[in-house]
């Protein structure tokens, strides 16, 4: 999931190995310290609340490759910010951990994410009504 790489605050960098862009503009670090390198453009495209904070970044100027530290896991932005960047995605898939569920559910909330929102309730609506049929059938067959 994470790679060693250069020096973050005097320690040493882990970057995920999903999201590791050359051209990339922006750090994101996860809460367990691992940098993910993102762009910008796609962040403020998926996100309004990104695009807010990046116009404030804006007024502040910069030459740095800016950083910005997030309190999602690792686990939730490797599963969350594929949901970001244009392109197919694979379905959204409910865990058996429904603490793992939350987290990712959490960060499209907050972000306002919306086709990771569209994506996890897709999930939803799948798995009520396979779960459903699957009860009809069962009972079509007791009877």
């Not at 960098?13 to 590791?20: D, G, H, L, M, V």
């Not at 998926?46 to 804006?58: G, I, L, T, Y």
């Not at 690792?74 to 995605?89: C, H, M, N, S």
Request: glycine share 6%.
């Amino acid at each position: 999931m994470s790679a060693p790489s250069s020096d973050l605050d005097g320690l040493e960098e882990r970057t995920s190995t999903k999201f590791n862009a050359k051209d990339a503009d922006l750090k994101l670090i996860s809460k367990d310290r691992v940098v993910f390198r993102a762009h910008r453009l796609y962040l403020e495209a998926a996100s309004p609340v990104f695009k807010a904070m990046f116009e404030v970044c804006r007024a502040t100027g910069g030459a740095q490759l800016p950083s910005i530290d997030l309190e999602e896991t690792t686990a939730g932005l490797e599963i969350g910010l594929p949901y970001v960047y244009p392109g197919r995605v694979d379905p959204f898939k409910l865990s058996r951990s429904r603490k793992d569920d939350w987290d990712v559910i959490s960060m499209f909330d907050k972000y306002e994410i919306a086709r990771g929102l569209e994506a996890v309730l897709t999930a939803f609506i799948q798995r009520d009504l396979l779960s459903s049929d699957g009860e009809a059938a069962r009972r079509a067959c007791a009877s």
